[in-house]
C-alpha cells in the first residue's frame, strides 16, 4: 500500500509539470492537486465565468529602484524614452588638497549586466579580447540614441521635507519638468550631447606611459584598464578641477552628506535617434566616475623637493599621482517620457468594467494592465454543493498574432490586486530553473511560442474558494513580468478605483520592462473567428462517492 501510495504522488507531481507552459486544450493528465487522491469519477471541466478588461495606470514611483532603464524603444503601442538622475558619494570623503592641481583625465563608467563568455586575439592590434554577452536589453544593441550627461542642481530628497523627513519622499516617472528645469551645464568632454549605441564589447582604457610621477612621456597609449562593456565616457576636465578639486572648497567634500547638498548629482538624458529602439538596464549603482589629478607634495605644509642623480635637493617640487572616485550613489529617480500611438490609446481609455473588453492591452513602465473579476459566486456555490475536488484550473492568454511585435513579452503576472500580493500558487510554487526568469514554471505565465499563449496555473485559489465558504474572491491584476522573482510593489501617482478596490500600487517587475503585448479578451462573440481565443478560466475538478 505504501508503494502504491508513493507511485501516484510521483504520478501526480510529474504530471503537474507536464501541464506547465503548454496552452494546448487537450487534457491528458490529472493535475497536481488532487484530494484524497480520489481516482473513482470522471473529470468533469468547465468553463467558468472570466470579466477582463485594461486599463491605463498612469505614472509610477520610480525613485531608489533596483532596476533603471536607459534609451529610448520604439514598439507597436509608441515609444517610450528613459533618463536617470543620481545623487553621488565620495568613495573617500574628506581628501587633502595642495597646490598646483591639475587634472590628467576623468571619466564616467556605468557597466552593464554581462557574463563573460571567453576571449580571442584580435587579428589587427594582435590584443586579446574578453567576449561578453549583455543579460537583459530591448531592441537592438546597434541601434544608436542621443545621451546628454549634465550636472544636477535638483536636490533629491530621501525624507518628505512636509512632514519634517518622517515620511520618505516620492519620486515619479513624468517628474522630468522639475529636474530638466534644474540641469547644469554638459558634463561630457566633447559637446553637449552624444550618440551612442549599447555595445557588447570589452572597454579598454587607454594611457601614456609614466615614466615618473613628475611627467608623462609622448610614448604610446598602452591599455592601462580593462572594463566589462558598459557606459563610458570622458568627462569635462575643467568642470570637476574647479568642482571637486579645488582647495577653498575642501569643506564642501569634508562628508558625503556635505557633498550630497553641495554637487546635488548627475543626469542621463536619453533621446531618440533616427528612428532607434533600444533600451538597457545599466548597472547605475556600481558605476562612478574618476578623477585622475596631479598635485604637489607637502610634509607638515612644507613643500617636498625632487632630489637630482647625486642627492641634491632641487627647486623642483615633487608632484604625486591621485586618483578620486565618486561612486554614483544615493538617491536616483527613472524619468520617463511616453508616446501612445492612437490604436492604444484608444484601446485602454474605452474598456468595459461591466461586461469585459474583447482585447486587453498589457505595456510596461508607466502603461498598462489588466483587471479580472474570475469565478462568479452562482458558478463557485454550484461547485461548493458538489464539494468538488479541484484538481486543476488555469487562465489561458491568446496572443493577438494581427500585431506585428519587434518582442513578444517572455512572461506575465497574475496577482491579487485588491491586497496587493501574490497569489498563493505563486507563493507555494518552489520550482527554479537554469535563468531565474523561468523559476516558479508550475505557477506558469510563460509565453509558449508554439501555441502563441500564456497559461496561469491558479489550483490553489480555486481550491480555497471552493472549500473556504468565508474566503474572498479578490480582484486580480495582470500585468507584465521582468522577474518573476520580485513581487513587491510600486505606488501610482493618481490611484484609481476598479469596482471596490482602490488600486494605489503596481508591480515593480511590471516597470522595468518597455514591451507590450495584446491578448484576447473575453467579450468576444459566438461565430467570431476569434471565439476560440477568447480569455478562459478552465476548472478541471472531480466529485467524490456519493457512498
Not at 515620511?167 to 515619479?172: A, E, R, S, V
Not at 533616427?274 to 533600451?279: E, R
Request: glycine share 6%; with cysteine.
Amino acid at each position: 500500500m505504501r508503494n502504491f501510495s508513493f507511485l501516484k504522488n510521483v504520478f501526480f507531481a510529474v504530471a503537474a509539470v507536464a501541464l506547465v507552459v503548454s496552452c494546448d486544450d487537450k487534457y491528458d493528465l490529472l493535475g497536481s492537486d488532487v484530494v484524497d487522491g480520489d481516482l473513482h469519477n470522471s473529470i468533469v471541466v468547465t468553463d467558468a465565468g472570466v470579466t477582463a478588461y485594461d486599463t491605463p495606470i498612469g505614472e509610477i514611483q520610480t525613485n531608489n529602484s533596483t532596476s533603471n532603464l536607459l534609451g529610448s524603444y520604439n514598439s507597436v503601442f509608441g515609444r517610450v524614452t528613459a533618463s536617470y538622475v543620481t545623487q553621488v558619494q565620495l568613495a573617500s570623503p574628506n581628501p587633502s588638497f595642495t597646490n598646483n592641481i591639475t587634472i590628467d583625465s576623468v571619466w564616467v563608467y556605468v557597466p552593464f549586466a554581462t557574463t563573460q563568455t571567453g576571449s580571442e586575439t584580435n587579428s589587427t592590434t594582435n590584443e586579446t579580447d574578453n567576449l561578453y554577452t549583455i543579460n537583459g536589453y530591448y531592441g537592438k544593441l546597434t541601434d544608436k540614441f542621443r545621451l546628454r550627461i549634465t550636472e544636477n542642481n535638483y536636490f533629491i530628497r530621501g525624507g518628505d521635507a512636509a512632514t519634517g523627513g518622517v515620511d520618505p519622499q516620492y519620486y515619479y516617472s513624468d517628474d522630468t519638468p522639475a529636474f530638466a528645469a534644474q540641469q547644469g551645464q554638459s558634463l561630457l568632454a566633447r559637446g553637449n550631447d552624444t550618440i551612442v549605441s549599447f555595445s557588447d564589447k570589452e572597454i579598454k582604457r587607454r594611457a601614456k606611459y609614466r615614466a615618473t610621477d613628475a611627467a608623462v612621456t609622448d610614448s604610446t597609449a598602452v591599455i592601462a584598464e580593462r572594463l566589462a562593456p558598459g557606459l563610458f565616457f570622458y568627462l569635462n576636465k575643467n568642470f570637476f578641477k574647479n568642482k571637486v578639486l579645488d582647495p577653498s572648497k575642501s569643506s564642501q567634500l569634508s562628508t558625503n552628506a556635505a557633498f550630497a547638498e553641495y554637487f546635488r548629482g548627475v543626469s542621463f538624458w536619453a533621446e531618440a535617434y533616427n528612428g532607434g529602439s533600444t533600451m538597457l538596464l545599466p548597472n547605475f549603482t556600481n558605476g562612478y566616475i574618476k578623477v585622475v589629478y596631479n598635485q604637489d607634495v607637502y610634509n607638515n605644509g612644507k613643500p617636498v623637493y625632487e632630489v637630482d642623480a647625486n642627492g641634491n635637493a632641487t627647486t623642483t617640487i615633487k608632484r604625486t599621482h591621485l586618483t578620486m572616485t565618486i561612486n554614483l550613489k544615493g538617491n536616483h529617480v527613472n524619468l520617463f517620457e511616453t508616446q501612445n500611438t492612437a490604436e492604444y490609446l484608444a484601446g485602454v481609455t474605452s474598456s468595459d468594467a461591466t461586461n469585459g473588453d474583447s482585447s486587453l492591452y498589457l505595456r510596461g513602465m508607466a502603461g498598462s494592465m489588466a483587471l479580472l473579476d474570475i469565478f462568479p459566486d452562482a458558478q463557485r456555490t454550484a461547485l461548493v454543493n458538489q464539494k468538488a475536488l479541484i484538481n486543476d484550473a488555469r487562465l489561458r492568454f491568446y496572443v493577438d498574432q494581427s500585431v506585428t511585435y519587434d518582442s513578444i513579452p517572455h512572461r506575465i503576472y497574475l496577482y491579487d490586486v485588491t491586497n496587493k500580493r501574490p497569489l498563493f500558487d505563486y507563493s507555494t510554487d518552489g520550482t527554479t530553473a537554469a535563468s531565474t526568469k523561468n523559476n516558479k514554471y508550475i505557477y506558469g505565465g510563460i509565453y509558449d511560442a508554439v501555441n502563441k499563449c500564456y497559461v496561469i496555473r491558479l489550483t490553489n485559489h480555486i481550491s480555497n474558494l471552493v472549500k473556504y465558504a468565508d474566503s474572498t474572491n479578490v480582484k486580480l491584476g495582470l500585468v507584465l513580468t521582468d522577474d518573476i522573482t520580485v513581487s513587491t510593489n510600486r505606488l501610482l501617482k493618481t490611484p484609481f478605483t476598479a469596482g471596490a478596490t482602490t488600486v494605489k500600487t503596481t508591480p515593480t517587475s511590471n516597470t522595468v520592462t518597455p514591451l507590450g503585448v495584446k491578448l484576447y479578451g473575453p467579450n468576444i462573440p459566438v461565430g467570431d473567428q476569434n471565439y476560440d481565443k477568447r480569455l478562459r478560466l478552465e476548472i478541471f475538478y472531480t466529485k467524490p462517492d456519493e457512498n
